[in-house]
């Protein structure tokens, strides 16, 4: 599920490698600030039209009850709800990538802050350990699958539903 071995480049076009690599990354990018910055379009182009998004593992560790996501339309529905009235901060790291032609995984650990827009005193911090199918979309990568695990969490999870 994670990758874990390192990649090595294969003899061809390195610079395409590196570029592939570093636009895999960019979408995991395009989630987490589309997010930060309610930017829907952005937040959209991070994603499959057939993406699925499964928040479940974490969700559980938190204690909340949360459905699988399923197609880019509801993804951004559920996520950029206009109800659900919260500020979000988005921290990717530790992202490592393996190419398969026109598909990749990718890992990741994204640190995500979530506070009531009208009540900063509240928080949920989420340390979560991410794992990425993604494809290449024309000349851009987007994600395909992303399973979203927790490693730990502070605060008030309910705070990340809006309430």
């Given at each position: 599920?994670?990758?874990t071995?390192?990649a090595?480049f294969g003899a061809?076009?390195?610079?395409?490698?590196?570029?592939?690599?570093?636009?895999?990354?960019?979408?995991l990018?395009r989630?987490?600030?589309g997010?930060?910055l309610?930017?829907?379009?952005?937040?959209a182009?991070?994603?499959a039209?057939?993406?699925?998004?499964?928040?479940?593992p974490a969700?559980?560790?938190?204690?909340?009850d949360?459905?699988?996501?399923?197609?880019r339309?509801?993804?951004?529905?559920i996520?950029?709800?206009?109800?659900?009235?919260i500020d979000t901060?988005?921290v990717?790291s530790?992202?490592?990538?393996?190419?398969a032609g026109?598909?990749a995984?990718?890992?990741?650990?994204?640190?995500?802050?979530h506070l009531p827009k009208d009540?900063?005193?509240?928080?949920?911090?989420?340390?979560?350990?991410?794992?990425?199918?993604a494809v290449?979309d024309?000349?851009?990568?987007?994600?395909?699958?992303?399973h979203i695990?927790?490693?730990?969490?502070?605060?008030?999870?309910w705070?990340?539903t809006?309430k």
């Open positions: 599920m994670y990758v071995r390192t090595a061809g076009d390195l610079l395409g490698q590196v570029v592939d690599r570093e636009e895999v990354i960019d979408a990018y989630f987490g600030l997010q930060d309610r930017d829907r379009e952005l937040f182009s991070a994603f039209a057939d993406a699925v998004l499964d928040f479940r969700a559980t560790k938190c204690g909340l949360i459905p699988l996501m399923e197609g339309g509801t993804i951004v529905d996520i950029l709800n206009p109800e659900t009235r901060t988005h990717v530790n992202a490592r990538v393996e190419l026109d598909t995984r990718l890992t990741a650990i994204v640190e995500a802050q009540d900063h005193s509240r928080h949920a911090l989420l340390k979560n350990l991410y794992a990425v199918d290449r024309g000349s851009r990568w987007v994600m395909r699958h992303v695990d927790n490693v730990w969490y502070s605060g008030d999870p705070v990340i809006g």
